[in-house]
């Protein structure tokens, strides 16, 4: 009882902060235009690897679905990389908001999951 506890909270973490990811990435170029420029520092984009690491680790820690722990890790693993190539190509851009929604969808999966279990 108390290890879907964790995962639940883990879950909750981590699609929090993929949606406040993807908030990010939109409203950086907008506040760049208008000349607040704090928002597009490096050590944001790194405290939402690390916050996306801790979730996924946490929540998959357990092995309650082998489909969703794999999935969570792809979409990791999609997530590290656009971050770390946005600047190299367009779809890089793209990716990271991809990859963040499916980081939402995988946690919300979970959550539904450990609730039915």
Not at 14 to 22: E, H, P, T
Request: charged share 10%; proline share 2%.
């Amino acid at each position: 009882m108390t290890q879907t506890k964790k995962i639940y909270w883990a879950d909750k973490l981590g699609a929090i902060s993929a949606f406040l990811c993807i908030i990010h990435c939109l409203a950086v170029p907008t506040f760049l235009a208008m000349g607040i420029g704090f928002l597009s520092n490096p050590i944001i984009a790194a405290l939402f690897i690390i916050i996306a690491f801790i979730s996924i680790y946490k929540t998959t820690k357990g092995n309650f679905t082998k489909g969703i722990s794999v999935f969570l890790w792809v979409a990791f693993a999609g997530f590290l990389i656009s971050i770390l190539f946005e600047d190299r190509g367009e779809i890089f851009e793209y990716g990271t908001f991809i990859f963040s929604s499916s980081i939402i969808l995988g946690h919300f999966y979970n959550m539904r999951y450990c609730l039915n279990s």
